[in-house]
């Protein structure tokens, strides 16, 4: 008797996530004509652009580089209108997509999947659906995003506020009147800086609590018009080839005449041309050397540092907003629009929040060991834990009920981030080591998804029941995720891409943590690719 017969709700594949990565792969294992649903937590599709409605967030990615590349129909009929799209507009595109491909009957909503164990017996997984109800399947795609497990700082006091508080993902659906309210914002990362510089002419007052400051450069967004739209339709090939050869997975390319065969004025003039360009052209275009090499790297800081200080009237405050314990781009870069004009403004007020930290939250607002400050709202921006948050947050227990939070205690060990030894027929999309982290997510997502949809061709058309990632393969892979570090000053950072986060316990840095591959989209996508078209090299069948 085959599974099916033996449950009611036995599924062949199990997808977890309707966010990006989600949507795609249960739309190729449809195509395949597969027994596949899709299980999304949350009430409606989207994942981190259903979630994160705070005011300011956006791409940024170049619209036309983020979305999906494997319709031509839908290439045609979208039309982005910014260069960096906005979270409204983003969700829509997702909706549409979904709609398109009639992609909403495989999708289960309010599923939050809360514990998997595997059956090695039966060959399935059981998967343990919060507040009753469970789901078996004999393979699993979880596609649960690397930045979707939010993080709150443990601050005493902190439930006691007695006006409005939540974190940027869970920022309310209804409409939220800012007018007049006085706001704290805690976190100036990615988030922080895009909710502070859209924000910041809408509140009564706000008071910025700042740790430690972020690089960043302006996003320079723009809209694209019909005309400019039909020219990058017609540019599409061309786009996605180009983004499929570069390290970032975007249109900008590292430059290569080398940092010390220019002069400091010719690279200068050169760093004018890319401050006044958009998205990650100055982090993706940039010299090589200048995330290797210190000399390199505290120039171009240097750099950055003078434009900042050109733009903050306070020569005080703009000290405050220069980073002084890392160099530009050893952590990801925030991107911009008149993030740093806003501390030019009356009614905004930055903490520094090392120099008088925050003791409590009382009832009114936040008191720092230098003075209270009385809030009506407070946002923390206080990211994620990113990666392996996601699936530390899960019971998942594999072979001889091994739990998966345990073996990435000390840092996440996976086969090219797509499976992780000790537990079969269990894949990931953007998973930890993969190449998403440190490239445009979608294009690398792309190459992720048509690769687990190819394995589950290979063991559906062979009837096999089981694939897992061999112990030696991985441990190799691990090898080469540790070595993508070895030469980037980033491995110097405090950020997600090190998987640093103090508000998780042993995310503090102390302990070396390889959460991405940093060898660059098309290199990973190339080693990948070799290894499943060498026979699905480091995967063994039965
Ligand atoms: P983040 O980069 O981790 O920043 C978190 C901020 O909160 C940091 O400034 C951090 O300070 C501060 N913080 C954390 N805990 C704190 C505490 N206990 N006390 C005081 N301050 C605290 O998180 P994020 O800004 O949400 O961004 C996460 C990632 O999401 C980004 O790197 C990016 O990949 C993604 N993102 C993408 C977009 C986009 O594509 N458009 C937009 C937003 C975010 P320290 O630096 O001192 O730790």
């Known amino acids: 008797m085959s599974s099916r017969d033996n449950y009611s709700d036995y599924h062949d594949i199990i997808v977890i996530g309707a966010g ?3 949507i795609y792969q249960i739309k190729m294992l449809s195509d395949l004509g597969y027994d596949a649903i899709l299980l999304e937590g949350d009430d409606d599709l989207g994942g981190t652009w259903y979630r994160n409605r705070y ?10 580089t983020y979305g999906y590349s494997f319709s031509r129909e839908l290439l045609d009929e979208w039309h982005w209108k910014e260069r960096f799209s906005s979270q409204p507009e983003n969700l829509k595109y997702l909706n549409f997509v979904a709609d398109k491909f009639d992609l ?6 309010n599923t939050y999947v809360q514990s998997m164990t595997w059956h090695e017996g039966e060959r399935v997984w059981v998967l343990q659906i919060k507040g009753g109800g469970e789901y078996r399947a004999r393979f699993v795609v979880s596609s649960m995003g690397p930045l979707s497990a939010p993080t709150l700082p443990d601050i005493e006091g902190r439930d006691t506020f007695a006006g409005e508080s939540f974190h940027t993902f869970w920022w309310p659906k209804d409409p939220l009147s800012l007018q007049g309210k006085r706001v704290g914002i805690i976190g100036t990362g990615a988030t922080g800086i895009q909710v502070i510089g859209e924000i910041a002419d809408k509140v009564g007052e706000l008071t910025v609590f700042q740790r430690r400051p972020n690089w960043s450069s302006p996003l320079n967004n723009s809209p694209i018009s019909a005309h400019e739209m039909a020219n990058i339709r017609s540019r599409y090939d061309e786009i996605f080839a180009t983004c499929a050869s570069t390290p970032s997975g975007f249109e900008h390319q590292p430059d290569r005449r080398g940092f010390w065969n220019l002069t400091h004025d010719e690279r200068v003039a050169f760093w004018d041309e890319l401050y006044q360009a958009s998205g990650f052209a100055i982090l993706a275009g940039n010299f090589a050397e200048v995330y290797t090499d210190e000399a390199a790297n505290a120039e ?13 009237h306070d020569p005080e405050t703009a000290e405050q907003l220069i980073p002084k314990d890392h160099g530009f781009g050893m952590q990801r870069l ?6 740093f004009e806003v501390y030019n403004r009356d009614n905004v007020n930055l903490v520094n929040i090392n120099a008088t930290p925050i003791e409590r939250i009382t009832p009114q607002g936040i008191e720092t060991t230098a003075a209270q400050y009385d809030l009506d709202l407070i946002i923390y921006a206080t990211g994620f834990d990113a990666v392996t948050g996601a699936y530390d947050r899960l019971d998942i227990r594999g072979v001889e009920g091994a739990l998966l939070k345990d073996k990435w205690r000390h840092g996440p060990q996976t086969y090219f981030g797509f499976m992780s030894h000790g537990y079969p027929n269990l894949f990931m999309i953007a998973g930890p080591q993969s190449a998403s982290g440190a490239s445009n997510f979608p294009r690398a997502i792309e190459v992720n998804v048509e690769g687990v949809s190819g394995v589950l061709e290979y063991v559906m058309t062979n009837a096999l029941t089981r694939v897992e990632a061999q112990a030696e393969a991985e441990v190799h892979w691990v090898q080469e995720v540790a070595r993508s570090y070895e030469k980037l000053l980033l491995r110097k950072g405090k950020g997600w891409f090190v998987g640093y986060n103090s508000n998780v316990a042993g995310h503090d840095g102390s302990t070396n943590r390889f959460p991405a591959y940093q060898g660059g989209g098309a290199r990973f996508a190339k080693l990948y690719k070799e290894a499943m078209a060498d026979n699905y090299r480091g995967l063994e069948f039965q």
């Open 20 to 22: 990006v990565g989600g």
């Open 55 to 64: 005011p300011g967030c956006r791409f940024d990615s170049e619209s036309y």
């Open 104 to 109: 909403r009957r495989h999708m289960r909503f």
């Open 300 to 312: 171009l800081s240097e750099y950055i540092a003078n434009r900042i200080r050109q733009r903050v």
């Open 334 to 339: 925030p991107l911009e629009t008149h993030y």
